[in-house]
């Protein structure tokens, strides 16, 4: 008996050393970045993180969570911030809840887009036709996590086209895209919620139904939302983040080196920040 | 006869506001030192060159399930596959914090059992909650538990001991209670006191079943692992979110197959230590 908590001793003393050793490289401190595995936020966040370590020289820690534990973690000041706010539509309802906690640095990335989406060989183009093919498409809105703002606005297209005859299914981002391709497989009628920039788009031929009455918005964009109080601790993270925004293109040109086969997403943020540093020095300006 | 709706959900909403107003500071340094453990625990089990651990976890279920052989075979395959499939350091990180969530589930729990066993008063209390920890969907409390323990793997233990800690305390206090009337009587017959009856006799006798009991603890928080990666614990779980979100089932496949691997070597190692068991 004696002997094995000697042994137990000995050995947790060995882990105890070996991971201090590991534990306390330099570096000026730590940030936490939290994100949603969607493309476009594993893109911008890895860039963010590039930035950070190796031109700032911290150590970045990047979380990918669901987006209401993105959100609640912000506002408790868990995390420094994220990269991947989709405002005014997509999370209005969390930003409406956590306004008071957090604070928005304003659009890294404009005229993101949401909407109704179809592939290309489906005949339709507008919404307002959709109630009069409702049996084509087995009378189903493919959509997504039930507390996305897209789905509300989905809910209010229904009613202001009066969409008779389809209902919309709740869902998840993956469950949407899985029906998605399944239906294009079969050359299918499908009509699901979707934001570009997505990878959805890159893999097939996809089209956003045009929306006459304008119940999408005109336009989406990417905010960067920081924790309060990161001005005084981080001033220098602050001001980064404040200064970080960047074109579509660049974002997609990133998404698009992640969707390479065996693409390792850190390595090809570092890459952009090595090819673009005019960009980056007007970031820590 | 209009009865106005009962607002629970806003009196919970207070109460919760209220706990992170007065409370959360302290949550918050555990959370901190759960946190460095963790980290210690897996950045060590990382530290060994895959070989060297996959060696050590060989000798270990050699040792433990008393050189069963075509079980130690099977924990060198698959623990080479997992290498092979590059999720060597996910497996390291889910295995570290299924670890740890089931000592503490274990060190909670078995007590708990324990003494809802010998109280009827606490057993009163115990099952109603213990009801309400196996069946309220995890989903409910993994959001409100990140002002407490903030993203990552802390807040991902506290929910995975809640959801896996059930069997350990209703198996502990049914183990206990099976032990025949007539050897509580003869020892206290003999003058044993309690705390001997309990150390000498009730606990020894129920070991299988507690052990049986453990084994389902560890079962529930392998189970855990994808739910807890949506609040960052990362690991295989994470591995397997990732795969579903990005649309791709073989990759998902893969992860999924890494934590069975991982729950079919300790489960079978938990059985045979609990199946042969007697008091030592």
């Known amino acids: 008996m004696r002997g094995r908590t000697l042994w137990v001793i000995c050995l947790m003393t060995l882990f105890v050393s070996v991971s201090l050793g590991t534990a306390f490289a330099g570096s000026k401190g730590k940030v936490r970045l939290a994100y949603v595995e969607w493309d476009c936020a594993t893109a911008t966040t890895n860039v963010a993180r590039a930035v950070l370590e190796e031109r700032l020289g911290y150590d970045v820690e990047t979380l990918p969570v669901a987006a209401a534990a993105m959100w609640a973690a912000t506002a408790s ?13 997509t999370h209005a309802s969390y930003f409406k809840r956590f306004k008071k906690d957090v604070e928005d640095l304003g659009p890294l990335v404009t005229g993101a887009k949401i909407g109704l989406v179809v592939p290309t060989y489906v005949t339709i183009n507008s919404i307002a036709e959709l109630g009069a093919h409702a049996d084509a498409f087995s009378g189903r809105i493919i959509g997504i996590d039930p507390g996305a703002g897209i789905m509300a606005k989905t809910e ?50 996809l089209k956003f139904l045009e929306d006459p009455q304008g119940i999408f918005g005109a336009s989406e964009d990417i905010h960067t939302i920081v924790r309060k109080g990161l001005h005084k601790d981080k001033p220098e993270v602050y001001r980064f983040l404040d200064n970080f925004k960047w074109t579509r ?37 | 006869m209009h009865i106005p709706r009962i607002p629970l959900g806003d009196g919970i909403e207070s109460i919760l ?22 980290s210690w625990l897996e950045s060590g089990m990382k530290f060994l060159p895959p070989w060297l651990f996959i060696v050590l976890v060989a000798g270990l279920v050699w040792y433990l399930s008393k050189r069963n052989r075509g079980l130690t ?40 059992g324990i003494g809802a066993a ?50 350990a305390i209703r198996l502990t206090c049914l183990g206990i209670k ?30 299988p079943t507690i052990m049986a009991g453990i084994n389902q603890t560890v079962m529930l928080a392998l189970s855990m692992v994808v739910i807890a990666s949506m609040i960052g614990a990362k690991g295989l779980g994470g591995e397997v979110w990732k795969a579903i979100q990005r ?18 070597i300790l489960d079978r190692v938990l059985q045979k230590i609990g199946g042969s068991s007697t008091s030592s």
């Not at chain 1, 294009?184 to 893999?203: C, D, E, L, S």
């Not at chain 1, 974002?251 to 005019?278: C, H, I, L, S």
């Not at chain 2, 002002?147 to 995975?160: C, D, W, Y």
């Open chain 2, 178 to 207: 099976q032990v025949p009337m007539e050897l509580n009587e003869c020892a206290e017959a003999f003058g044993s006191s309690r705390w001997q009856k309990l150390v000498k006799l009730q606990l020894p006798l129920a070991t």
């Open chain 1, 156 to 205: 209010d297209a229904i009613d202001a086209y009066d969409i008779r005859g389809m209902e919309l299914m709740e869902g998840s981002g993956a469950t949407m895209t899985a029906a998605l391709a399944d239906a294009i497989k079969h050359k299918k009628w499908v009509v699901v919620t979707g934001w570009a920039p997505h990878w959805k788009f890159g893999r097939w031929d």
């Open chain 1, 249 to 285: 293109k660049q974002m997609e040109t990133v998404m698009a080196w992640d969707q390479e086969p065996g693409a390792d997403r850190y390595a090809n943020a570092k890459r952009f920040v090595k090819e673009n540093p005019d960009l980056v020095d007007s970031w820590l300006q």
């Open chain 1, 77 to 89: 000041g868990d995390v420094d911030g994220m990269l991947a706010g989709w405002l005014p539509v």
């Open chain 2, 247 to 264: 649309l791709q089932p073989g990759r998902g496949f893969e992860a999924g197959l890494g934590i069975v691997i991982v729950a079919i």
């Open chain 2, 17 to 38: 506001d209220f706990l992170v107003e007065h409370f959360s500071f302290a949550t918050k340094s555990f959370s901190v030192v759960t946190e460095k453990g963790l």
């Open chain 2, 73 to 112: 075979i099977f924990t060198i395959a698959g623990l080479l596959l997992i290498w092979n499939l590059g999720l060597w350091s996910a497996t390291v990180s889910t295995i570290a914090l299924v670890v740890v969530a089931t000592c503490i589930a274990i060190l909670i729990g078995v007590p708990l």
């Open chain 2, 118 to 167: 010998l109280s009827h008063v606490m057993y009163r209390i115990t099952m109603p909650i213990l009801d309400f920890m196996q069946t309220m969907p995890a989903f409910v409390y993994l959001i409100p538990a990140i002002p407490f323990f903030g993203l990552g793997k802390v807040s991902a233990i506290f929910s995975t001991v809640i959801f896996s800690m059930p069997p």
